[in-house]
């Protein structure tokens, strides 16, 4: 998306949201998913610690990182995957601070399509998201795991949704790597299922994660942990009650109430920061030459559990050090 378009979008979003007084602001942006309900109550549980979120949802994390860093917003859901991909681009100036979700993706196939090993995914057309952490974990892990890539034939779509859903129901695919709830909905629907392969295993699945700008955390430091507070309040809110978790995502994704609910067990809300996890996921895409230098060492330095401690009580370990 062009830096203008992205801008335009981000300002209409920020002028429709809720602009109560409140004691400060915050910009916001998350990515529209199943396991980011959690996201989409946190305005709620902000106000409880005297901040106004203005939130703008978003489809893609490689738009919600334009985002953060070109500082049109002071925070974001990001992908794991994102902190090598800025490390590429030489952008440092923000601090992974907390958790959001693991898991929550992976592969469906088509009805019929038989694959027990990653080389039986070659000669396959499969649907995928270019640049998600969906799409670049699935090179990784697949290429790793010794499918030759150039004999998958990779069919992109700008997101996950509708057209690819389609793309499966027809055939036109043999499968899809995306994210919920569309592997639920192709479940459901019965012309598709949720194949063995596991792109997360080596990664315990980490998916989500929040950063911030650098800036704003040494100016607004109070700010920052209170909105981690926050988020550690919603987590834990909808954690012990699925019938609202179902309802906050039901509303949130649009999607319909049984395929959320098939989706949710996919994937867990999580705050915690996973930093060994993380340091594999890169080594990953680094040796699927998705990158093309090792960005795992960007973890010690851009992961800051201070935020964390403080609003947790909690040690490093506890909250996913290692």
């Known amino acids: 998306m062009h830096r203008i378009a992205l801008g335009v ?14 004691a400060e602001k915050f910009r916001f942006a998350y990515a529209v998913q199943v396991h980011q309900a959690n996201m989409m109550v946190l305005g709620e549980y902000a106000r409880k610690h005297g901040i106004e979120l203005e939130t703008v949802p978003m489809r893609r994390y490689a738009d919600i990182q334009l985002a953060l860093m070109t500082n049109q917003i002071d925070a974001a859901v990001l992908g794991y995957v994102n902190v090598g991909l800025m490390q590429e681009k030489g952008f440092r100036d923000y601090r ?11 592969i469906t196939l088509a009805n ?10 070659e000669g396959l057309k499969l649907g995928t998201a270019p640049n998600s952490l969906s799409d670049l974990l699935f090179k990784s892990t697949a290429s790793i795991g010794g499918a030759d890539m150039a004999k998958i034939q990779l069919i992109s779509f700008t997101t996950c949704g509708p057209p690819m859903l389609a793309a499966l129901k027809s055939r036109e695919i043999d499968g899809f790597i995306c994210w919920e709830p569309n592997n639920a909905e192709a479940a459901l629907g019965k012309y ?5 392969l596991d792109i997360t295993a080596s990664t ?17 430091r ?36 049984d395929v959320v609910r098939e989706g949710i067990p996919r994937g867990t809300l999580d705050y915690r920061l996973y930093a060994k996890e993380a340091k594999v996921l890169l080594q990953l895409v680094y040796e699927a030459k998705i990158t093309g230098i090792d960005t795992s060492p960007a973890v010690d330095s851009q992961f800051d ?10 040690t490093k370990a506890q909250l996913g050090a290692q």
């Open 9 to 22: 979008i981000i300002a209409a979003a920020l002028a429709s949201g809720n602009h109560a007084n409140a």
């Open 96 to 106: 992974a601070i907390a958790g959001v979700f693991t898991g929550g993706f992976g």
């Open 112 to 121: 019929g399509v038989q694959a027990s090993t990653w080389k039986n995914l």
């Open 192 to 196: 598709g299922y949720y194949s063995t």
């Open 204 to 220: 315990r699945g980490i998916n989500g994660m929040i950063a911030v700008n650098a800036d704003y955390l040494q100016s607004k």
């Open 222 to 257: 109070e700010v920052v942990v209170n909105f981690v507070r926050a988020v550690i309040d919603a987590t834990n809110a909808l954690n012990s009650d699925l019938d609202r978790y179902t309802n906050v995502a039901v509303q949130g994704t649009g999607s319909a109430r």
């Open 305 to 314: 559990y201070s935020v964390l401690m403080e609003a947790t009580g909690q």
